[in-house]
């Protein structure tokens, strides 16, 4: 859950600088419409039914959003560790990002990101501190010409090294659509590259892994609002149901 937890905060990190293409949250997530908040519940057939017959909630995700359609502040809540998160970000007068305060209520600490802007390579840098002050690590998001981001670099901390821990990079086509995304550490050790194709309703994604010998192929449906934006989202290896998200919008009015 950390991981998915991680990957989507690098997601949401939109690139609004002067002279280049910008785009917000709501389009990095491909929400239409003016949303104004969404609370997002994971179901997962993992839980306590052995069979499946039941679907046990694993997690919920609250996202807030401000007029500019960016994230303000996030609740993330994990069932399993009882684990609970808020993340509140802020912008400056121009609506760029340029900080957040993460805070881990579970284990009771938290730390603060500051973020840096280059025009001309299309980056943002992420430099996390703990409360004390202590380097907790450095992030680089790098995005294309449309502002979609393209590459994320994860850098361990100051103090040890600072060396690269791993590499997320993404792929689209001329629509914007995500059709492949790759994940590897420095030595290539661990990775996974992942395929995505199909239509908005039905919709495809086969990885390959480092330690598995055949491609895996998860599906996944979608039902949409009236506005255009998923609300349930479920997740199939095979026959087998394996997650099912659901999403309650709301919309400003």
Same mark, same amino acid.
């Given at each position: 859950?950390?991981?998915?937890? $991680?990957?989507?905060?690098? &997601? ?13 949250? #709501?389009?990095?997530?491909? $929400? ?7 609370? !997002? ?20 995700? %609250? *996202? ?26 802020? *912008? ?30 299309? %980056? ?6 703990? !409360? ?17 981001? &393209?590459?994320?670099?994860? *850098? ?8 690269? #821990? *791993?590499?997320?990079?993404? !792929?689209?086509? /001329?629509?914007?659509?995500?059709? /492949? ?22 919709? $495809?994604? %086969? ?11 998860? /599906?996944? #449906? ?22 099912? !998200? $659901?999403?309650?919008?709301?919309? /400003?009015?």
């Amino acid at each position: 859950m950390k991981t998915i937890f $991680l990957l989507f905060i690098l &997601i949401c990190i939109h690139f609004n600088l002067e002279g280049q293409i910008s785009t917000t949250d #709501l389009e990095q997530m491909n $929400l239409k419409s003016s949303v104004e908040s969404i609370i !997002e519940t994971t179901l997962s057939a993992t839980g306590k039914s052995k069979r499946n017959k039941r679907m046990d909630t694993t997690s919920q995700i %609250t *996202y807030l959003f401000n007029k500019d359609g960016n994230i303000k502040q996030e609740c993330w809540k994990f069932n399993a560790t009882e684990d609970s998160t808020t993340i509140h970000t802020y *912008y400056n007068e121009q609506g760029i990002k340029t900080s957040n305060l993460y805070i881990d209520h579970s284990n009771k600490f938290q730390n603060t990101n500051q973020f840096t802007h280059d025009t001309i390579q299309r %980056t943002i840098t992420s430099f996390a501190f703990s !409360e004390q002050g202590d380097s907790v690590g450095k992030d680089v998001y790098t995005f294309n010409a449309k502002g979609f981001i &393209i590459e994320h670099q994860t *850098y361990g901390s100051f103090v040890v090294g600072g060396k690269l #821990l *791993y590499t997320y990079q993404w !792929e689209y086509d /001329r629509t914007n659509f995500n059709i /492949r995304t790759h994940y590897f550490t420095p030595d290539s050790s661990v990775y996974r590259t992942s395929l995505h194709y199909g239509t908005r309703q039905y919709l $495809l994604s %086969t990885s390959i892994l480092s330690n598995t010998s055949k491609p895996i192929t998860y /599906r996944y #449906l979608y039902v949409y609002d009236k506005k255009g934006n998923w609300i349930k989202k479920t997740t199939m290896q095979g026959k087998k149901v394996t997650f099912i !998200e $659901l999403r309650s919008i709301t919309y /400003r009015s």
